[in-house]
């Protein structure tokens, strides 16, 4: 699974608003960051074999210090104690909401994946997976949903951020009544929801379609990458947008206006 981890992180930004949305883009990717790393110093193992599952190519030989159970909670209570003595707000909630968000990734791969997901570093016989990979009828459908439900969602909580809202007095001088408008500055803020979605959408159809290159250090590379850009796009989409209940500008707007 690709882009079905990032529901995740959609959904804890608008429970815990204090937590910056990059952390948590990341945050669901954590454990195939460190996979990619793996893969490029010859740490873990991965194969490309033609037709290995109905969706990708993708035989995962040796990676028990990235996807196993033991090792994926490791990583999700670092990164989770990373998040609390950061300057990052929050608290002990924000630091557990960002921990569960890295294991959230194993539960999402065990759906997926085919049996090659170990519980612990030791454990090379029994691995699991409910290879849903090879059901695309299923598969692509869930992903897609995942990401771009969770996505819709996120957008539909959330709106243009008090500081890019211009608030514009005026006077009906014939009925003797102020009035306040809204001038927004919503366009900024639309306009990098609509860059997010082109981006997913251009990313997420050939990442299910094209097959994978030959070379397994090129194909983590292009991950390494595309996680990256998914961050910073994320980033910018952040501080143009704020969680709806927190946002108080809009209730004073409707106060103004009756
Ligand atoms: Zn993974």
Redo the contacts with the bound molecule.
């Keep these: 699974?690709f882009y079905g981890h990032y529901c995740g992180a959609w959904i804890i930004k608008v429970l815990e608003p204090k937590i910056p949305l990059w952390v948590l883009m990341v945050a669901v990717q954590f454990?195939?960051f460190i996979?990619c790393l793996f893969i490029l110093f010859d740490i873990e193992e991965v194969r490309i074999t033609r037709g290995f599952t109905k969706s990708n190519d993708l035989e995962l030989i040796f990676i028990p210090y990235t996807?196993s159970l033991i090792a994926v909670i490791g990583w999700s209570i670092l990164y989770g104690v990373w998040y609390k003595i950061s300057r990052y707000d929050g608290g002990n909630r924000a630091a557990f909401l960002v921990g569960l968000a890295v294991l959230s990734?194993w539960f999402e791969?065990l759906l997926v994946h085919k049996e090659d997901l170990p519980l612990t570093f030791y454990d090379t016989q029994t691995k699991y997976g409910f290879g849903l990979w090879n059901i695309p009828i299923v598969h692509y459908p869930l992903e897609f949903l995942l990401f771009f439900g969770s996505y819709y969602y996120y957008v539909k909580n959330t709106e243009v951020h008090p500081s890019k809202i211009q608030i514009t007095r005026y006077t009906d001088k014939g009925f003797n009544n102020s009035n306040y408008i809204q001038s927004s500055r919503d366009d900024q803020a639309s306009k990098w929801v609509k860059i997010l979605l082109i981006y997913s959408l251009c990313t997420y159809i050939p990442s299910e379609l094209i097959s994978a290159p030959e070379n397994c250090k090129l194909l983590v590379i292009i991950m390494l990458l595309s996680y990256v850009i998914m961050a910073i796009l994320a980033h910018r989409l952040d501080k143009v947008r704020v969680t709806r209940h927190n946002n108080r500008i809009s209730d004073k707007l409707k106060l103004l206006n009756e």
Excluded: L
């Design positions: 699974m454990i195939d996979f996807h990734h791969d």
